[in-house]
């Protein structure tokens, strides 16, 4: 387990090193005039020069990047080129806010979707069917759409909700509550369906296996076969599901977030990129790098400690 | 079996629905704290979504437009500017030009500190005015012209000037004539604290940047009647839609907004403020034909004046919101002439009758830079086409536009620029030293017309600048289209002023509603 455990770690920092000197270069060229945009159409060469030499963008690509990768290591991700904060300060103060958001939608949904997709692989029958047919709704409606449709209807008709804004769960339990069912609620929607999805038909697989009609056959009740012996082999792939989704609802979180106007990573990244932000939006890229390398190294421990066989392999 | 899954199902719905109610109630409870309840309450406070985060806050590097909202709050300016456009008194209680306009003598307000103790007086207006000029933020450009700031007495200032320049006392009214507490300029403390003598105190504590900022009274502030709200609130709502949500739910009492909210905000019970000020359209920049031989001629380029329908192009793509306009100025300018605008009608035979007497009966090939978030290329390139002109359309990087754009690579291009003082918009684009002039294009006449201009004033000043206009339109240097208007949507609860020159209304242009 040691030895798993150290080499996804090394393999896991090689992989942020190969991400971050990627979008390195993927910022350089994709170009921009930073200084310009930090100084305005009015500028005058001169001050555009001076300002990049400030900036230190005149640096040769590996110059910058390797001076970058220093400070980042030690914890130093740089001050903004545009709010003159610290990165890591933003960090910090956006994290829990996507976390939270995106936490909470993977819990929901991963609740709702194990309890609809082991329902619709063991009663079948309408409720299999009806369950089909809202994975296909559900699946094809954009979680952007559903989040204004959410907004328009609970929060601007009803007033039951705020339309923007997020309250930190330390701050106030409803008040965290009332600010992020929404998004949380646009989020889950499609995750809800096509994980259910996933797991009716791995459930479904298992059943039809020979030891559960052997288990059958001895006389073992339902429940007992259902719980003890099909969920557990079932789980594998549906963990596996589950941790995609994760990474999915990181990227969905961004629109999720510029929609219900949340203080997230992601509205963070969207107007970094927009407006050339470097040392902001390599903070947010490696940050959110190794929120996924650790997710997805938790569930590799996750399915190891499910299925003896996983280890060997 | 059948009946026992339908049991089950029941079971089911009935959790699914608890859970919704009681999620619900909580959410219900939380409401309560919302600023929904402080704003109905009465004008104690007034919140603002602003859709851009706010910047430093080191006076130097201060931005007009949206960020403006913010440090409006905190500090106050030397001149301020009324809805006409007229400037009145600010900090400083007069200010006279001597004769050649290039001493500025400002008499300062008695008795203001700023809000660490230190007083405001002619030392503070030398290190503010020394400190923009010698930094790296956009508007240091604003007191380019000040050589030097002598200080006459403690409350009497003299900005001497390298040559006149008639829009200084605009730019005063603006982030050029912010001032901040001396003893902070330059710091890095003032970056996230500002320390300024403006209507209200940032609450560092209560705010978070980059999410909203809360603002408190300054008890000090020599004008409080301007003023009417004890309280300020400015959240960041980068999105649209988050804006207009924010503010049809009761979130926020105001929201900068495009032509695309305002029938959908009105239909809601919300008023829109609208006030013309980014001019659209064409800038024929390769005057002397440097890289299209052909805009060389100034029948061609009037050609290009009649070939494309401005008015279709203000109510399909602008959806109306604008006015017709052919000149570079705001209309609130001295030297804007409303006559000229009926200059240039939809013309495609005149067009191509000018472009017959030019020489270019068969037309002529420009390539143009295609900025993908404008929606009037296919059109321009289309009406073009019709009197003979092949427009073939280079991407460009967006966020890189104004950089390709002002390279000197393109004969004439699209561009959008906010239009304020009649003499700041003519430096931007008319001189050969003008950043929206790539090419470096000038004419002798036009070169004298702007030296008379420069050392005048009252009305010789705008008989100058009126003659510029009519020159630069005679001679087709662009192909303006219209005044696009800046919207403003704002709840029935406050009453708001629109500003002349700025993009959004500064803190002190609203005003409840009932008083």
């Known amino acids: ?313 | 079996m059948k009946t026992a899954a339908i049991r089950r199902a029941i079971a089911a719905a009935i959790a699914v629905g608890a859970t919704t109610i009681l999620i619900t109630a909580c959410a219900g409870g939380a409401n309560t704290v919302s600023p929904t309840e402080t704003n109905a309450a009465g004008a104690e406070k007034l919140t603002l979504a602003v859709s851009l985060d706010s910047g430093p806050w080191e006076p130097a590097l201060l931005q007009n437009g949206n960020q403006a909202q913010y440090w409006n709050a905190v500090y106050d300016t030397l001149l301020h500017m009324e809805p006409d456009a007229s400037i009145v008194p600010g900090m400083a209680e007069s200010f006279e030009y001597n004769d050649d306009n290039t001493v500025l003598t400002l008499g300062l307000r008695e008795g203001i500190t700023f809000t660490d103790g230190e007083p405001f007086n002619a030392d503070a207006v030398k290190a503010n005015i020394e400190n923009l000029k010698n930094g790296t933020g956009q508007n240091s450009v604003m007191v380019r012209s000040v050589e030097e700031v002598v200080v006459v007495d403690d409350l009497t200032a003299e900005l001497h000037l390298g040559a006149p320049d008639p829009a200084l006392l605009t730019y005063l009214t603006l982030a050029g004539g912010v001032m901040g507490s001396p003893a902070a300029l330059g710091t890095e403390a003032i970056t996230t604290n500002p320390v300024g003598s403006g209507p209200y105190i940032l609450d560092t504590e209560a705010s978070e940047p980059g999410v909203q900022f809360d603002f408190t009274r300054n008890p000090d502030y020599w004008d409080p009647d301007a003023y009417p709200y004890d309280e300020l609130e400015l959240v960041v709502l980068t999105e649209l839609t988050a804006r207009v949500n924010a503010l049809k739910s009761g979130q926020v009492q105001g929201i900068a907004a495009d032509g695309s909210t305002v029938v959908e905000a009105e239909r809601s019970g919300l008023d829109a403020y609208q006030s013309p000020l980014d001019r659209r359209g064409l800038t024929i920049a390769d005057r002397d034909g440097t890289v299209v031989p052909a805009l060389a001629d100034p029948r061609v380029r009037q050609a290009i004046n009649y070939a494309i329908d401005a008015e279709g192009i203000l109510e399909g793509i602008q959806l109306g919101y604008g006015a017709r306009s052919t000149q570079i100025f705001n209309p609130s300018s001295v030297n804007y002439l409303p006559e000229l605008n009926d200059q240039y009608p939809y013309d495609p035979e005149k067009a191509k009758e000018l472009l017959d007497e030019a020489g270019y009966a068969d037309g002529f090939d420009v390539v143009m830079p295609e900025n993908a978030a404008e929606k009037s290329n296919p059109i321009v390139q289309q009406q073009l086409g019709e009197v003979g002109i092949r427009v073939t359309y280079e991407k460009v990087d967006a966020t890189n536009y104004v950089t390709e754009v002002q390279s000197g690579r393109y004969g004439m291009f699209w561009m959008s620029n906010s239009t304020a003082e009649a003499w700041w918009d003519m430096n931007k684009a008319v001189p050969a030293t003008a950043v929206w002039n790539p090419f470096k294009t000038s004419t002798p006449e036009l070169d004298a017309l702007i030296e008379e201009a420069r050392g005048a004033s009252g009305e010789e000043y705008a008989d100058a600048m009126k003659a510029i206009n009519e020159y630069v339109v005679d001679e087709a240097w662009f192909d303006m289209w219209y005044l696009a208007d800046a919207i403003y949507i704002a709840s029935p609860d406050v009453e708001v002023t629109m500003h002349p020159m700025n993009v959004v209304p500064f803190i002190k242009d609203f005003a409840p509603a009932n008083g």
Not at chain 1, 137 to 144: D, K, R, V
Not at chain 1, 207 to 228: C, H, M, N, W
Not at chain 1, 244 to 249: T, Y
């Open chain 1, 1 to 313: 387990m040691a030895t798993f455990f150290l080499r996804r770690t090394i393999a896991a920092v090689v992989l942020l090193f190969a991400i971050t000197a990627l979008a390195y270069v993927l910022i350089y060229t994709a170009g921009g005039n930073i200084a310009r945009n930090i100084l305005g159409e009015l500028a005058t060469q001169e001050q555009i020069d001076a300002l990049t030499t400030e900036l230190g963008l005149d640096r040769p690509l590996v110059v910058q990047y390797v001076d970058w990768l220093r400070n980042a290591i030690t914890g130093d991700l740089g001050i903004s080129f545009f709010t003159g904060t610290p990165v890591v300060d933003s960090l910090a103060t956006r994290l829990p806010v996507s976390l939270s958001l995106v936490t909470l939608s993977i819990l929901v949904s991963t609740v709702i979707g194990v309890v609809l997709g082991v329902t619709a692989a063991v009663q079948r029958g309408w409720i299999d069917r009806g369950m089909q047919i809202f994975s296909v709704i559900a699946e094809s409606l954009p979680n952007f759409f559903v989040g204004l449709v959410l907004v328009s209807v609970f929060a601007i008709t009803l007033g039951l909700f705020p339309a923007t804004g997020y309250i930190p769960l330390q701050d106030s339990v409803s008040g965290w509550i009332s600010t992020i069912t929404l998004p949380v609620t646009a989020l889950v929607i499609g995750s809800i369906a096509s994980g259910a999805q996933q797991i009716r038909s791995a459930v479904l697989d298992v059943l039809k296996k020979d030891y559960v009609r052997t288990l059958r056959a001895r006389g073992l009740s339902e429940p007992v076969i259902l719980f003890q012996n099909v969920l557990r082999n079932a789980a594998p792939p549906a963990v596996t599901v589950v941790s995609l989704q994760f990474i999915g609802m990181l990227s969905g979180a961004v629109l999720i977030e510029r929609v219900f106007a949340l203080p997230g990573l992601g509205s963070l990244a969207v107007d970094a990129a927009i407006r050339g932000d470097i040392p902001v939006i390599m903070g947010v890229l490696v940050l959110t790098a190794i929120i996924v390398v650790i997710v997805n190294l938790l569930v590799d421990l996750a399915v190891t400690w499910i299925n003896p066989k996983a280890r060997v392999q």
